[in-house]
């Protein structure tokens, strides 16, 4: 089991930058692949960005834009996310998977970040 815990979020104006946090506890944190997924209201959840041993992904719309990145000695990943736009608007969940599998099955609660333009 794995518990995940998201902090980071907030109102920012277009342009400017957040960095989320989500600290793991449980299970060997650094046996899993570690994904942000956001939620606008209306919409359906959608990966943002994952980072496991060999690399990072992310989704088209945030490309040079966020930056994902882990911190074994503290259990934490983080999503930097510099020139907000409004559309980023959205809560952002943290998630975890088994590298095996395609499927992420330990989730944070949320946090909500809003850009106001």
């Known amino acids: 089991q794995v518990q995940l815990v998201e902090s980071g979020g907030g109102l920012v104006q277009a342009g400017g930058s957040l960095r989320l946090s989500c600290i793991a506890s449980g299970r060997t944190f650094s046996d899993y692949v570690m994904g942000w997924f956001r939620q606008a209201p209306g919409k359906e959840r959608t990966l943002v960005a994952q980072?496991?041993?060999?690399?990072?992904y992310y989704q088209d719309s945030v490309k040079g834009r966020f930056t994902i990145s882990r911190d074994y000695t503290k259990n934490t990943v983080y999503l930097q996310m510099n020139s907000l736009k409004p559309e980023d608007t959205a809560v952002y969940f943290c998630?975890?998977?088994?590298?095996?599998?395609?499927?992420?099955?330990?989730w944070g609660q949320g946090t909500q970040v809003t850009v106001s333009s």
């Open positions: 980072i496991y041993w060999s690399g990072s």
């Open positions: 998630a975890a998977r088994n590298p095996t599998s395609a499927e992420y099955v330990y």
